[in-house]
């Protein structure tokens, strides 16, 4: 590769961000959680260890040498003898944990150690070894297959892979493959993965919303799942793995940005998007490439990538979406996962390939329907899990989430939101009060326990210095929330078991409307139909009502044509007619 490659200019961007805010001692302190995110900063090893193998510029090797020895020198020693690094849980405030931070350390390390073991001196290989070892064989080899977050317990494992190919231990390979074999268990059908597998439970502090699919997470346990399946030498394009590719790409817009309104962990983001997890997708989109040679994996790789270029700002490093810095997480978190793309950096491609022709997917058990071709891109989504104010996807019920145009750039033309009960082309349904009290009565039973997560947010908003955002947050997304849900309103975007017909080029949802919990109206049906051609949608809409409905409403956005619509009483029931049609032609 040419050192002015971009790809390499993207790197070089990325490393100078990460040692710029690096002091003397070489600890890098997150300017937003003010503590060392070992975890993360450990990722600067292998995206310095890829530009010296690029460029055979040795500083690039130093500064990952440099690295190694800051993590070497966070190594902690628990007092139940399990070794771990600092932070991971000792400090909340590093927003990660213990299991994430050391698959992450181990896995960075022993990239290290693999390549440049012939530069190091043999106690400085000694004291790199003796660190892999302690932590695996005292904390991995038992908290991967136990732990039951997915994204967690395949981190993990990344590290524990790349130790086994040292050590060659039987019992780690062991304790893998078992977390390997359980992860996909849980996967569905369909590729997708739930957040959290297991059924909700008040007394862990779980919702019923937890179960629901991840377009945040998915990469991660993708990627995570074929680094440690090649480490152990076991076949890794698997079926499964090929579903989990497939459902990436049908999640993601034509522009390379996957859509948010399907993550079960709402509260994480206060963005419309994010692109910090690309870096996932491109690692999958460019090994899967690398085993099924299908050209649709190659464009989504290079339309990822090169929102990664669009989102590196002057500083060299990237944003997880471009505005007002105020989800979550960092920078440092976003920066440091740019070490997966890193590992595939010499085959990611730079320009998509067109289209391979249309493609209609549909995918089952998470109720995702995508059509795509060249001109116009369309997702909906059936059906989904309940929700509450911080978790569960917030868009079902045969509802249009995305519409895009190559013309327009592949900007959404729907105006969503996460919560409202208003969005572009659903019904909304407003019934006679039931009292105040208990609606506030139900509101607490299912969101009582995520205020407190909810203030968590605002309190690390605040420490971070953003004093306004942190005090009107809790307004917003508590006080707000909950004078929402004191209409008794019912929706179909709301609605979580939509019966899905597909058809050649076309797909028909059936559904009854719901509130945010899931409790549906069971004397009012809708009918969804959507008839997909090269010039654009039609869609038709038909609701069917004997609940005692006040009003209903319907905004139809400006991009769809109204062709008829109308509204009777019919053998008593309230029915409701639209057809619509989208053109690419529409003024």
Excluded at 89 to 116: E, K, M, P, Q, T
Excluded at 246 to 257: E, L, M, V
Excluded at 264 to 273: F, G, I, L, P, V
């Amino acid at each position: 590769m040419d050192r002015n490659d971009s790809r390499i200019r993207f790197l070089k961007g990325i490393s100078d961000y990460l040692w710029d805010r690096t002091d003397s001692q070489g600890m890098l302190k997150c300017y937003k959680h003010h503590v060392e995110h070992t975890g993360k900063n450990v990722y600067s090893v292998i995206i310095d260890s890829k530009l010296y193998e690029l460029t055979k510029d040795e500083a690039y090797f130093e500064k990952a040498k440099k690295r190694v020895e800051r993590t070497l020198g966070n190594l902690r020693k628990r007092e139940d003898g399990v070794w771990v690094f600092y932070p991971g849980n000792f400090d909340a405030r590093n927003a990660s944990n213990n299991l994430i931070d050391a698959g992450a350390c181990i896995d960075s390390l022993c990239f290290f150690l693999d390549r440049f073991s012939d530069k190091l001196s043999a106690d400085e290989v000694e004291r790199i070894k003796d660190c892999i070892f302690k932590v695996s064989d005292t904390y991995l080899i038992r908290k991967c297959p136990e732990e039951n977050f997915i994204n967690q317990r395949l981190w993990g494992c990344t590290g524990l892979a790349a130790a086994y190919r040292i050590f060659n231990e039987k019992s780690w390979k062991s304790a893998v493959l078992e977390t390997l074999e359980r992860s996909f268990k849980e996967q569905n059908s369909d590729g997708s993965f739930p957040y959290l597998p297991y059924p909700f439970n008040k007394e862990e502090n779980t919702h019923i919303g937890d179960s629901d699919i991840t377009s945040y997470y998915h990469s991660r346990h993708v990627a995570f799942a074929i680094d440690a399946m090649e480490k152990m030498g076991v076949k890794w394009w698997t079926d499964k793995i090929k579903k989990g590719v497939d459902f990436q790409i049908g999640i993601t817009h034509p522009d390379g940005i996957r859509e948010m309104n399907f993550e079960a962990k709402r509260w994480y983001w206060e963005s419309k998007y994010e692109v910090g997890s690309n870096p996932f997708d491109i690692y999958n989109l460019v090994r899967g490439y690398e085993r099924e040679g299908d050209p649709l994996y190659r464009r989504y790789a290079a339309l990822s990538f090169n929102q990664l270029l669009r989102h590196q700002l002057k500083d060299g490093g990237i944003t997880s979406h471009l505005g007002k810095q105020q989800n979550y997480k960092c920078r440092i978190f976003w920066n440091a996962h740019a070490a997966w793309a890193a590992k595939v950096i010499e085959d990611v491609p730079l320009e998509p390939v067109p289209l391979p022709g249309k493609q209609l997917s549909y995918f089952k058990e998470s109720g995702v329907v995508k059509f795509e071709n060249e001109d116009y891109c369309v997702i909906l989504r059936g059906r989904k899990k309940p929700m509450n104010i911080s978790f569960g996807g917030s868009i079902g019920g045969g509802s249009m989430v995305y519409l895009g145009t190559r013309e327009g750039g592949w900007r959404n033309l729907l105006d969503m939101d996460e919560w409202k009960d208003q969005i572009d082309n659903n019904f909304v349904l407003h019934l006679p009060s039931r009292g105040v009290v208990k609606e506030t009565r139900e509101f607490m039973e299912e969101n009582g326990r995520d205020c407190s997560r909810r203030l968590y947010k605002a309190w690390a908003e605040l420490r971070a210095g953003n004093i306004l955002f942190s005090l009107n947050y809790p307004i917003r997304h508590i006080l707000g929330r909950y004078l929402d849900e004191l209409g008794n309103v019912y929706t179909s975007q709301w609605s979580t078991d939509s019966k899905t017909t597909l058809g050649k080029d076309s797909v028909r949802f059936v559904l009854r409307p719901a509130k945010r919990d899931g409790k549906e109206l069971e004397k009012t049906e809708i009918t969804r139909a959507y008839e997909f051609d090269g010039g654009g949608i039609r869609i038709g809409e038909k609701l069917k009502s004997e609940d005692r409905i006040k009003k209903v409403d319907y905004r139809n956005n400006r991009c769809l044509a109204i062709i008829k619509e109308g509204g009777k009483t019919e053998d008593g029931k309230l029915v409701i007619e639209k057809d619509l049609k989208f053109s690419l032609t529409t003024p």
